[in-house]
Nanobody
Framework: VQLQASGGGLVQAGGSLRLSCAAT????????MAWYRQAPGKQRELVAA???????NYADSVKGRFTVSRDNAENTLYLQMNSLKAEDTAMYYC???????????????WGQGTLVTVSS
């Protein structure tokens, strides 16, 4: 099982980006999925999480600007980021609790990260 994140890039403050994270492999079921970010010199923090039914929660710093969604049929997680600020600059990582067919229970996986840079 692998998580592949994409969609990062350089954007001006006030702009938008859409991140994607595709899960591939011998997947039986994906439970909770989430986006985290880590800015230089700071700890990794939760940005947004979404359960299989679509219920989502967000960090206070992104509420009203970011929207997390998922496509269960395509095993893909998304993060729509609007009204971007310089402080949103970070490496963004996707995370998922995935039950693979060759495992007795679910396991936590991380993607490789995609860099978002917001210029002020």
């Amino acid at each position: 099982v692998q998580l592949q994140a994409s969609g990062g890039g350089l954007v001006q403050a006030g702009g938008s980006l859409r991140l994607s994270c595709a899960a591939t492999g011998n997947i039986r079921r994906i439970n909770d999925m989430a986006w985290y970010r880590q800015a230089p010199g700071k700890q990794r923090e939760l940005v947004a999480a979404i359960d299989r039914g679509g219920s989502a929660n967000y960090a206070d710093s992104v509420k009203g600007r970011f929207t997390v969604s998922r496509d269960n049929a395509e095993n893909t997680l998304y993060l729509q980021m609007n009204s971007l600020k310089a402080e949103d600059t970070a490496m963004y990582y996707c995370n998922a609790d995935i039950w693979a067919w060759n495992r007795p229970s679910s396991y936590n996986y991380w993607g490789q990260g995609t860099l978002v840079t917001v210029s002020s």
